[in-house]
């Protein structure tokens, strides 16, 4: 599938709606930000809907190294963090693949401002945070951090790293196969799309707790710091932006899921620390 696969924006308010802008296959893993020039919205399944199920992953062991969670307050304080979480989050899912006898390939990182050329095609701020498939790569536009923390009062370092930390889930359910198992399932059921694309978002929601449970772990993130992503899951859900934006809530419209469902799969990733705990697509 060539091209960035969007999200439908919302308003005025699409620019912060969601995390990533997933695309199967040669596109980004993302949620609500609109793209003109993007192809079909992201995969997304069903319970049972999936043609099989990725394979076993070990628990999180406990990586080495300190991203740090400050409050990013200049354009480089936030690029250094940005780096060092990808940096930290890579190291753990490398191990974790290892530990369950599986290759794992690396992610690349980008942090652009304005455009940027990837291997989905070529992509623009408005998209904000995303993954491509096609290139392996992780995109983060800077000016997304900053609306969350401007417009809806985001703060700390731990939502940022929530974001990496989504995406990088994007990035294992490529690896593992559950981009291209979803992308199929949305081809045999088009009316099950935005299911399935909620159930998508909500696993890397979870991998991301994953990573969160092993900074945990390792007395590199509190519980104020755990609050502060909780908040941030809160304000980019579906039903919250929707509300924002026209007053009234749409579950049928949902690619990322409710400010309900966003918390408790984080907070599901965090608690369990095990990859395994993220079968969102068998949960009622």
């Given at each position: 599938?060539?091209?960035?696969?969007?999200?439908r924006?919302?308003?005025a308010?699409?620019a912060?709606?969601a995390?990533?802008?997933?695309?199967?296959?040669?596109g980004?893993?993302?949620?609500?930000?609109g793209?003109?020039?993007?192809?079909?919205?992201?995969?997304?399944?069903?319970?049972?809907?999936?043609?099989?199920?990725p394979?076993?992953?070990?628990a999180?062991?406990?990586?080495s190294g300190?991203?740090?969670?400050?409050?990013?307050?200049?354009?480089?304080?936030?690029?250094?963090?940005?780096?060092?979480?990808?940096?930290d989050?890579q190291?753990m899912?490398?191990?974790?693949f290892?530990?369950?006898?599986?290759?794992?390939?690396?992610?690349k990182?980008?942090?652009?401002?304005?455009?940027v050329?990837?291997?989905c095609?070529?992509?623009?701020?408005?998209?904000?945070p995303?993954?491509c498939?096609?290139?392996?790569?992780?995109?983060?536009?800077?000016?997304?951090f900053?609306?969350l923390?401007q417009?809806?009062?985001?703060?700390?370092?731990?939502?940022?790293?929530?974001?990496?930390?989504h995406?990088?889930?994007?990035?294992?359910?490529?690896?593992?196969g559950?981009?291209?198992?979803?992308?199929a399932?949305?081809?045999?059921?088009p009316?099950?799309?935005?299911?399935?694309?909620v159930?998508?978002?909500?696993?890397?929601?979870?991998?991301?707790?994953?990573w969160?449970?092993?900074?945990?772990a390792?007395?590199?993130?509190?519980d104020?710091?755990l609050?502060?992503?909780?908040?941030?899951?809160?304000?980019?859900?579906?039903?919250?932006q929707?509300?924002?934006?026209?007053?009234?809530?749409?579950?049928?419209?949902?690619?990322?899921?409710?400010?309900?469902q966003?918390?408790?799969?984080l907070?599901?990733?965090?608690t369990?620390g095990?990859?395994?705990?993220?079968?969102?697509?068998?949960a009622?």
């Amino acid at each position: 599938m060539a091209g960035l696969q969007a999200r439908r924006a919302l308003g005025a308010l699409a620019a912060v709606a969601a995390l990533v802008l997933v695309v199967a296959g040669c596109g980004g893993s993302g949620g609500g930000y609109g793209d003109s020039s993007a192809s079909p919205s992201p995969q997304r399944t069903t319970p049972g809907a999936l043609a099989s199920q990725p394979p076993h992953l070990e628990a999180a062991p406990q990586p080495s190294g300190s991203p740090g969670f400050p409050a990013p307050t200049t354009e480089a304080g936030r690029r250094q963090l940005l780096t060092a979480v990808f940096d930290d989050a890579q190291d753990m899912w490398a191990k974790i693949f290892a530990n369950s006898g599986m290759h794992y390939q690396q992610a690349k990182l980008t942090i652009f401002t304005g455009d940027v050329h990837t291997g989905c095609g070529e992509a623009s701020s408005d998209l904000g945070p995303f993954y491509c498939p096609a290139d392996h790569g992780v995109y983060l536009d800077t000016s997304f951090f900053t609306a969350l923390q401007q417009r809806f009062g985001v703060q700390g370092g731990l939502p940022p790293a929530y974001v990496v930390g989504h995406e990088m889930g994007h990035h294992v359910q490529n690896l593992v196969g559950t981009l291209a198992s979803v992308q199929a399932a949305q081809q045999a059921a088009p009316a099950q799309e935005n299911q399935l694309s909620v159930r998508l978002e909500l696993q890397a929601d979870c991998y991301a707790g994953v990573w969160i449970h092993s900074s945990y772990a390792r007395d590199l993130v509190s519980d104020a710091d755990l609050n502060d992503a909780l908040h941030a899951a809160t304000v980019i859900a579906d039903d919250f932006q929707q509300h924002k934006a026209t007053g009234t809530v749409r579950p049928d419209q949902w690619t990322h899921g409710s400010a309900a469902q966003r918390r408790q799969w984080l907070a599901t990733g965090f608690t369990k620390g095990d990859p395994d705990s993220c079968d969102t697509f068998s949960a009622q």
